[in-house]
């Protein structure tokens, strides 16, 4: 369950050892991880104490929710439906340590997911996802990424505001050509608390390690991270998002070790229970063993995206 976004890494687009095809599908591999969100437990509802509250149809504080502190409490609705369209600029399109190009591209995406209450602490996940990105001036960059996944979330609520997961994740990215360019098994864990600083805003931290199976082998490779969240409610229709997540990557093909670390901040704005508009910034960074592999990238943009739960 890899939803709309927030953002893994890297790519060589004027090494010489590869040619531009190549060049073209390793910034898809790339771009594609930088888009990536953490694979977190669902978060529970939390007064502002940090104590767990049950479920209800009712809130005794409409104006903020006082049974929403990071995303909406409501009766289980199992199917969700979400999609989207944005638009983004970054300041180095192809990843690159040197000789940086700017360029802006758009996102469209489709998701959809089951989630099924297996207990009162356990909750079973199942989803697909589609992303097509379309660049201006570096067309030979597109691709469309499909992928589906499969989690399961232990929330127990003697321990308050704390949730572990586990997940699968399979990718398939394709060039503009039709051809494959990535397929990807990755197997996720971790665990999260959630810090109740009030009705309206908490903090969440976490860790995260993953193993993955990817063909070209190049691209395969385990990490182990941690990440850390900020959320506010500012009002009724308007809230933000401060997420950071720092990772060791490993790529099992060759000797290369990365430090990644990826901030991101989001503004949404609810037009309608359905509806939504938001603005985001991101800054990411990765520094290898291999000097070729270093890279700084700053992304901005917003779009309007929709989501229905039945």
């Given amino acids: 369950m890899k939803s709309h976004l927030l953002i893994g890494l890297s790519l060589v687009f004027f090494a010489p050892a590869l040619n531009a095809q190549e060049a073209a599908s390793?910034?898809?591999?790339?771009?594609?991880?930088?888009?990536?969100?953490?694979?977190?437990?669902?978060?529970?509802?939390?007064?502002?104490?940090?104590?767990?509250?049950?479920?209800t149809s009712n809130s005794e504080d409409d104006s903020f929710g006082a049974q929403m502190i990071l995303k909406e409490q409501e009766?289980?609705?199992?199917?969700?439906?979400?999609?989207?369209?944005?638009?983004?600029?970054?300041?180095?399109?192809?990843?690159?340590?040197?000789?940086?190009?700017?360029?802006?591209?758009?996102?469209?995406?489709?998701?959809?997911?089951?989630?099924?209450?297996?207990s009162q602490e356990i909750q079973a996940s199942v989803g697909l996802q589609a992303a097509t990105f379309r660049y201006n001036d570096s067309s030979q960059l597109n691709f469309t990424n499909l992928g589906a996944g499969l989690g399961l979330s232990w929330t127990p609520p003697r321990w308050n505001g704390v949730g572990f997961f586990g997940q699968y994740d399979f990718t398939e990215?394709?060039?503009?050509?039709?051809?494959?360019?990535?397929?990807?098994?990755?197997?996720?864990?971790?665990?999260?608390?959630?810090f109740a600083l009030g009705r309206a805003h908490a903090v969440v931290v976490g860790v995260l390690g993953s193993v993955g199976i990817s063909q070209p082998s190049a691209a395969q490779r385990d990490q182990i991270g941690g990440f850390a969240g900020y959320h506010l409610r500012l009002t009724r229709a308007l809230e933000t998002d401060l997420t950071y997540r720092l990772a060791y990557q490993v790529y099992n093909g060759s000797s290369r070790q990365d430090f990644n670390q990826v901030f991101s901040a989001t503004l949404r704005y609810h037009l309608a229970e359905w509806a939504e508009a938001s603005a985001f910034f991101s800054y990411g960074g990765n520094r290898s063993n291999t000097a070729a592999f270093d890279y700084d990238v700053i992304s901005s943009g917003g779009g309007v995206g929709f989501t229905t739960r039945f």
Avoid at 88 to 114: H, I, M, P
């Fill in 75 to 118: 009766r289980v609705r199992p199917f969700t439906l979400s999609g989207g369209a944005a638009f983004y600029y970054t300041n180095n399109v192809a990843l690159t340590r040197r000789d940086t190009r700017e360029d802006v591209f758009a996102v469209l995406s489709a998701a959809g997911s089951w989630n099924k209450k297996v």
């Fill in 26 to 55: 390793a910034s898809a591999i790339e771009q594609s991880r930088l888009f990536e969100t953490t694979p977190a437990a669902p978060i529970p509802a939390v007064d502002a104490d940090g104590n767990v509250i049950a479920d």
């Fill in 173 to 194: 990215l394709i060039d503009r050509n039709g051809h494959e360019i990535l397929r990807d098994h990755q197997f996720s864990g971790g665990g999260q608390k959630v």
